[in-house]
């Protein structure tokens, strides 16, 4: 029916020839809106802003690894090799080969856990190199019989911390082999826990896989099932989508969901959720505004439906039906809160421009946003318009033309 | 003479039960195409009950309502809104324009309603206002005309989708003698180019204009007479 538009045309006649009172039911809206609006932009703002800081943060890791319910494969060192040299944008990979025993030096001997891993884990947390060097690309090549140390284990197994050069003797699994100690790397609060142990005091170190697993007879092409990637924070999302497929295809499992990725329950997932909770909480807050503002619009518009009343009337005496009152009257409600959404939006939009600027958030607008919104806010007006239109359809003509 | 309205037995009772209210009471009535009948009462009468009925407006507690043979004494709101919409042409002694609209916008309602298009309805209420004589008026709202020339508009709104009745309720009643004589002419003129005219008053002055003059008291008709003194020159 083309009489749509009349309705809409005699809706925004009404609203014109009242516009000082269409203006106040429109502010209730109009700060409703706006107070949503301004909430979520800063909330978004907030998030971006502490995800770029937690970006600049630095390295941090992805486990891969296979599923063994799903294969029976293990990564070769050729495979692990290309598939460090087919993700772009990592500081590289390691596998970690863990072997427990003991270690002999010239003031004793403890029990020893020495992780055999690539140069990249280097970029571990707390690994800091105080003497000497990390071990290198050519020690792993080369399966040379090195070792990094903390300070604790230098300080027990040779009795003073800088003992680069020096050498141990490691046992595990019935063999014994020489190790070239070429680094000291400072404690964590894992060597103090396991070294405090007094006679039964445990000490770490990290030496390449290679040679752990040539040292101590283990078969290093098949047995490694995982690895850890170093990488920035910055490019964990690109890295992520990138892996899966190098991984299957350097291992003939496409298709097969073998492999599992896990970037950790990082600290940035749970700031997130936690930023999302209290922007959603304040928003809703913000919506209780609207929902004030909406209940302006029904006492508004139940006014004009009982001050017009005679206008019903002579419409209805000539010819309305019921549905072309509540269509009007619907559409007067829906246009307010529509104009007054927009209106809104744009208030909230400088307000929270100037709030960002100010308080140094990044500001972006979400143009779906903007779109729901304005959604929302006709939503409101006839929802709350639904009221005062029955109403006013369901005038009786007579009654309504002898009112005056 | 083809049948228009036709009321057969209808009574209207308000407040059913001991303080019931006797409106309209076994009133039989028949009125042809191409008539003018006034209907003739004092307030209380039964009068306004009856104009209601004729218009659609209300629905009989008994008796039935045939408009162009068709019953339409047990109607639906939409129903009875779509007959008064096609059949009828009220004119309302308050004029009942609606006050934000202009005189033109106000001749359009009936039409939109009816879902005439935008062109056609310019043409169908322009044509009405200019045979009413408010070519130059038609932009103006109601506040800013006279009287008279407020029920010039109404009648071209009650005329411009040309229903076959024109259902007139006192329609002079809030005009002055000069006024009320320029209805009368437009009234008479628009019965001569073949409208039926039904004009509901109390006053026998205007009464005595129609061809036929029904009196109506107590809910009941009282006589239905051919009008001696009717003069056919406008």
């Known amino acids: 029916m083309g009489t749509f538009g009349e309705y809409i045309k005699s809706a925004l006649a009404s609203i014109r020839n009242n516009k000082g009172r269409s203006f106040l039911t429109m502010l209730g809206i109009i700060i409703g809106i706006s107070a949503v609006i301004t909430v979520l932009i800063i909330g978004d703002g907030m998030k971006a802003t502490v995800n770029s800081e937690m970006d600049s943060i630095g390295a941090t890791t992805i486990s891969v690894s296979l599923d063994d319910t799903k294969t029976d494969k293990t990564f070769t060192r050729e495979q692990i090799d290309q598939i460090e040299s087919s993700i772009s944008r990592i500081f590289g990979i390691s596998p970690t080969v863990n072997v427990f025993g003991s270690v002999k030096g010239r003031k004793g001997s403890y029990d020893v856990y020495v992780s055999g891993g690539k140069p990249a884990a280097e970029n571990s947390s707390g690994v800091t190199i105080v003497h000497g060097r990390y071990y290198g690309d050519s020690d792993v090549d080369d399966a040379k019989n090195v070792l990094v140390i903390s300070q604790t284990m230098s300080n027990l197994v040779f009795g003073y911390e800088e003992a680069v050069g020096n050498t141990v003797e490691l046992t595990a699994n019935d063999l014994t082999q020489e190790f070239t100690v070429i680094g000291i790397r400072e404690d964590t609060p894992m060597d103090m826990a396991y070294s405090s142990f007094g006679d039964e005091a445990m000490v770490l170190a990290e030496g390449p896989y290679t040679s752990v697993c040539e040292s101590f007879n283990f078969d290093v092409d098949n047995m490694i099932t995982g690895f850890t990637m170093y990488l920035d924070n910055e490019d964990k999302q690109a890295v992520l989508a990138q892996t899966r497929a190098v991984v299957e295809n350097i291992m003939g499992l496409r298709g097969e969901n073998a492999v599992k990725i896990s970037s950790g329950a990082g600290f940035d997932q749970t700031t997130n959720a936690i930023l999302d909770i209290i922007t959603s909480v304040v928003a809703i807050i913000a919506a209780i505004s609207l929902l004030v503002g909406g209940i302006g619009v029904m006492n508004i518009m139940t006014v004009s439906v009982t001050e017009r009343t005679r206008e019903i009337g002579i419409r209805k005496s000539l010819g309305a039906r019921t549905s072309s009152i509540l269509t009007q009257f619907l559409a007067e409600a829906a246009i307010l809160t529509f104009v007054g959404g927009i209106i809104g939006i744009i208030f909230g939009l400088t307000v929270s421009f100037i709030i960002c600027k100010v308080v140094g958030f990044s500001f972006t607008v979400n143009p779906a946003l903007v779109a729901i919104v304005v959604a929302i806010s006709t939503a409101i007006g006839l929802f709350f318009g639904i009221y005062p239109a029955k109403r006013a359809a369901d005038l009786d003509p007579i009654e309504a033309l002898r009112t005056e | ?234």
């Open chain 2, 1 to 234: 003479m083809k049948k228009l309205v036709e009321i057969k037995d209808v009574s209207k009772i308000y407040n059913p039960g001991e303080n019931e209210v006797r409106a309209l009471s076994h009133v039989n009535l028949t009125i042809g195409e191409g008539e003018f009948v006034a209907i003739i009462g004092q307030s209380g009468s039964g009068k306004s009950t009856l104009m209601n009925m004729l218009g659609c407006l209300d629905t009989p507690t008994s008796g039935k309502y045939f408009l162009h043979g068709q019953d339409v004494s047990h109607m639906s709101d939409d129903e009875q809104s779509d007959i008064r919409n096609r059949e009828i042409g009220f004119i309302f002694q308050g004029f009942n324009l609606i006050p934000s609209l202009t005189a033109l916008e106000n001749v359009e309602l009936p039409l939109i309603y009816r879902g005439v298009s935008k062109k056609e309805r310019l043409r169908l209420a322009n044509a009405a206002l200019n045979s009413v004589g408010l070519e130059k008026r038609k932009t103006h709202k109601p506040s800013e005309m006279s009287g008279g020339q407020q029920q010039r508009v109404a009648i071209a709104r009650a005329i411009a989708q040309a229903p076959p009745i024109l259902l007139a309720d006192e329609p002079t009643g809030n005009l002055d003698t000069h006024s009320t004589k320029e209805i009368i002419r437009i009234i008479k003129r628009l019965y001569h180019e073949g409208r039926t005219v039904i004009i509901i008053t109390h006053d026998p002055g205007i009464a005595k204009q129609a061809k036929r003059i029904i009196t109506i008291s107590d809910g009941m008709i009282q006589s239905d007479i051919k009008n001696p003194e009717y003069k056919d020159e406008i």
